[in-house]
């Protein structure tokens, strides 16, 4: 029973359609009434109460009086399951577009994240795949694909999401060089930088993209214009960026001026 009712409070903090777009829409401009999201959305002032309440319950939002606004911290993500659940659809795209594009034969490095997770997943029928994680959760998904070699990093492992991090692990990475490093990420700001919040997870990312011949970022809509407080790299770093949305002003202009190509998997 109490399984159920947890299974059900994450559940009732998935966002619906309109959530997700109150919630773009406080994360582009930073803070915004309560009355002006009702008017935009042609809802009651009680609705957008409700869905307020619904996001900030969850972390995604913070209320204070008249208003909302992103939440302040920029030094803890968002539980596990939570973030799992939050823009499933969105990683499912992603992770189709971007197996599809990976080639039969290939090594690569996955590191944490729900939707290189979503993407492990995809990758299940690939033939001929050598694949190094520190992501015990993504090591688990593609032991089921026979025709994929996994080797997993040693390091400490991180009990709310089974990532591996550590000095250990970063060092266990600088022993490859892989066809392609699969990023996932927690926010892009608008200096153009990615961004994490576990300095240790990003030390890893770090040494993954440093030995990979091309380095592919999968992030969903809502991590543009989302802070976090260590920097894990620059577009200049990237080819490829999958999202699920045409990222809003200025990245465009800044993906273009760093090469990055962004595919938008609709």
């Given at each position: 029973?109490a399984g159920q009712?947890?299974l059900a409070?994450?559940?009732a903090m998935?966002p619906n359609?309109?959530?997700?777009?109150?919630?773009?829409?406080?994360r582009s401009?930073?803070?915004?009434s309560?009355e002006?999201l009702?008017?935009?959305?042609?809802v009651t002032?009680?609705?957008?109460?409700?869905?307020?309440?619904?996001?900030?319950?969850?972390g995604?939002?913070a209320r204070f009086h008249?208003?909302?606004?992103v939440?302040?911290?920029?030094?803890?993500n968002i539980e596990?399951?939570q973030?799992?659940?939050?823009n499933?659809?969105?990683?499912?795209?992603?992770?189709?577009?971007?197996?599809?594009?990976?080639p039969?034969?290939c090594?690569l490095?996955i590191?944490i994240g729900?939707?290189t997770?979503?993407?492990?997943?995809?990758?299940l029928?690939h033939k001929?795949?050598?694949?190094i994680?520190?992501n015990?959760?993504v090591?688990?998904?593609?032991s089921?694909?026979?025709?994929c070699e996994?080797?997993?990093a040693?390091?400490?492992?991180?009990s709310?999401?089974?990532?591996?991090?550590?000095?250990?692990?970063?060092?266990?990475i600088?022993?490859?060089?892989?066809?392609?490093g699969?990023?996932?990420?927690?926010?892009?700001e608008a200096d153009?930088?990615l961004?994490?919040?576990?300095y240790?997870?990003?030390k890893?990312?770090?040494?993954?993209?440093e030995?990979?011949?091309?380095?592919?970022?999968?992030a969903?809509?809502s991590?543009f214009?989302?802070?976090a407080?260590?920097?894990l790299?620059r577009?200049d770093?990237?080819?490829?960026?999958?999202?699920d949305?045409p990222?809003?002003?200025?990245?465009p202009?800044?993906l273009?001026?760093a090469?990055?190509?962004?595919?938008?998997?609709s």
């Amino acid at each position: 029973m109490a399984g159920q009712e947890t299974l059900a409070t994450l559940l009732a903090m998935t966002p619906n359609p309109r959530q997700s777009l109150l919630l773009d829409e406080v994360r582009s401009r930073g803070s915004v009434s309560v009355e002006a999201l009702a008017e935009q959305f042609d809802v009651t002032l009680q609705t957008v109460r409700r869905d307020v309440k619904l996001l900030s319950d969850a972390g995604l939002l913070a209320r204070f009086h008249g208003g909302v606004r992103v939440p302040s911290s920029t030094t803890e993500n968002i539980e596990y399951l939570q973030r799992q659940m939050l823009n499933e659809q969105a990683k499912q795209r992603i992770a189709r577009t971007v197996a599809a594009q990976v080639p039969a034969g290939c090594s690569l490095i996955i590191n944490i994240g729900t939707t290189t997770e979503a993407i492990a997943r995809e990758l299940l029928r690939h033939k001929g795949l050598r694949v190094i994680t520190n992501n015990l959760n993504v090591a688990a998904i593609l032991s089921d694909n026979p025709d994929c070699e996994v080797i997993v990093a040693g390091g400490i492992v991180r009990s709310r999401d089974r990532g591996i991090i550590g000095e250990m692990t970063v060092d266990f990475i600088k022993q490859f060089k892989v066809d392609i490093g699969l990023i996932g990420i927690s926010g892009i700001e608008a200096d153009g930088s990615l961004r994490d919040f576990d300095y240790r997870e990003v030390k890893v990312a770090g040494a993954i993209i440093e030995h990979s011949r091309e380095v592919w970022v999968a992030a969903d809509h809502s991590k543009f214009n989302r802070p976090a407080m260590v920097e894990l790299a620059r577009f200049d770093q990237v080819d490829m960026l999958f999202t699920d949305a045409p990222p809003p002003a200025p990245f465009p202009q800044l993906l273009s001026a760093a090469g990055v190509n962004c595919v938008t998997c609709s």
